[in-house]
């Protein structure tokens, strides 16, 4: 089926369908960074010779976050559809697609953080150690200050691969830029609404790296 939209239908599917992407994304996003840093310092706290060595409780989470790595993005956008919708109650929707997009997210933001904090100098660590600092001091007196802008450089990265992801939830009816780009761009053949979703993809993603990597320079800088 062909379909022809004039400008203005244009330019308010394409509104609307960026504020949907943008939603899926800063909502996930937020999600991420709760659930993916933590999971991420526990990976690195709990390793061996780490400051809370915890080696069964490592092995099990590094599996888990190896699995959901592991896993294509498009197959756990299926697979979690029973899940999706216990917790919000449909699978259609950018509210829908905040779950899967969010699960995909947060075994690769988890690594991130785990690679972060290793590049924290040990000396640092082993200083507040022998002072008689807590592991929760090492924490947050040390590992996550050092490792910011390697951190900041991580939710950056992670934002991008969030637009991607919000694009592929279109797949199953998740609204944003990937759903306006199947619905009108691929089933009606409607170029200019492939071309226009493209070029407002590639704009998020300009916009988010630039603005991630001017952000870790200036962090750079002051330390």
């Not at 060595?53 to 756990?76: C, D, E, H, K, M």
């Not at 947050?140 to 637009?163: D, F, H, N, Q, R």
């Amino acid at each position: 089926m062909r379909g022809s939209l004039d400008i203005n239908e244009l330019w308010q599917l394409m509104a609307q369908a960026t504020l949907e992407t943008l939603y899926m994304v800063a909502l996930a996003g937020v999600f991420t960074l709760l659930f993916g840093l933590p999971l991420g310092v526990l990976l690195f706290i709990s390793r061996r010779g780490g400051i809370l060595p915890l080696p069964r409780v490592n092995a099990l989470i590094g599996t888990l976050v190896n699995i959901g790595r592991s896993l294509p993005f498009v197959v756990l956008l299926i697979a979690l559809i029973p899940f999706t919708r216990l917790v919000v109650g449909t699978t259609l929707g950018s509210s829908a697609a905040v779950v899967p997009i969010t699960l995909g997210a947060v075994p690769f933001f988890a690594r991130i953080v785990e690679s972060a904090l290793d590049e924290v100098a040990k000396g640092r660590i082993e200083a507040i150690l022998s002072m008689g600092g807590s592991g929760w001091h090492v924490i947050s007196k040390v590992l996550l200050p050092e490792a910011l802008p390697a951190l900041l450089a991580g939710v950056t990265l992670t934002l991008v691969m969030l637009i991607g992801f919000s694009s592929m939830a279109g797949v199953i009816g998740g609204g944003g830029l990937g759903d306006l780009a199947i619905r009108y761009g691929y089933q009606r053949f409607n170029q200019p609404v492939m071309i226009g979703t493209v070029v407002v993809l590639v704009l998020l993603v300009q916009i988010v790296q630039m603005t991630g990597d001017r952000l870790v320079r200036r962090l750079a800088h002051r330390r």
